[in-house]
């Protein structure tokens, strides 16, 4: 079974540039996470799917930043227009309920 | 404030040796999660802990939860290169969503 997976792995744009993260999940998984870790700090919880519906959002750090999940399939993040501390480590999980959560490799993302 | 707090935050041990990992919650714990990364990979789920006195192992991982103190420990037996990366605890606090430790960096050198 194939597990939950992120592209791009690295993605690095300038400042002001619009960047789309994708995440595909476990099949079958109706929940689908994302989160982030920005440099030196512990991973946050941005926002939460189930199916195509956004659950909760409370992570999520302002209007540059757009999920979707057409379909209640794979998902994705676009943060625009891009600031430099938006610079870090997204990671997407997906899980058939809520108590175990299978994470994804991370999208690194640099804004230089 | 920090509301799960991870101690040490970095550990380096020589091969085969044992060590702790600590996790402490600043309030109620509704299930407590441990996770390990390794650079550049995602989260690894090793082991979730619902009740307090749970105690749960895998190989040479062993994690036991205090709910009383808001507390788990993550022990490793014997330690091998393989165990070096990033330890996680994580705990949804009654919601579905994932708080996430500090983490704790370990290093094993032979």
């Known amino acids: 079974e194939a597990g939950v997976t992120q592209f791009p792995s690295h993605s690095v744009i300038e400042k002001g540039q619009t960047v789309t993260l994708r995440c595909d999940p476990i099949s079958g998984h109706d929940n689908l996470y994302w989160y982030r870790r920005v440099m030196g700090k512990e991973i946050k919880f941005l926002l939460h799917?189930?199916?195509?519906?956004?659950?909760?959002e409370s992570g999520m750090p302002n209007n540059r930043f757009l999920a979707e999940r057409t379909g209640g399939t794979y998902s994705t993040l676009k943060v625009q227009p891009a600031e430099l501390e938006d610079s870090g480590v997204y990671f997407c999980?997906?899980?058939?309920?809520?108590?175990?959560?299978?994470f994804g490799p991370g999208t690194r993302l640099t804004v230089t | 404030s920090q509301e799960l707090e991870q101690s040490p935050q970095s550990l380096i041990v020589q091969e085969g040796k044992n060590l702790t990992i600590n996790c402490t919650s600043s309030?109620?714990?509704?299930?407590l999660y441990w996770y390990k990364q390794k650079y550049g990979e995602g989260l690894i789920f090793l082991m979730m802990l619902q009740k307090g006195g749970e105690e749960k192992s895998h190989e040479k991982i062993t994690a036991k939860l205090d709910e009383k103190k808001q507390q788990s420990s993550l022990h490793i037996t014997a330690s091998q290169p393989s165990h070096a990366g990033i330890y996680l605890c994580g705990s949804r606090y009654n919601t579905d969503k994932l708080i996430f430790g500090t983490g704790t960096r370990l290093q094993v050198f032979p």
């Open positions: 999980a997906s899980s058939q309920t809520s108590y175990e959560q299978y």
């Open positions: 799917f189930v199916k195509e519906s956004k659950q909760d």
């Open positions: 309030k109620t714990l509704y299930g």
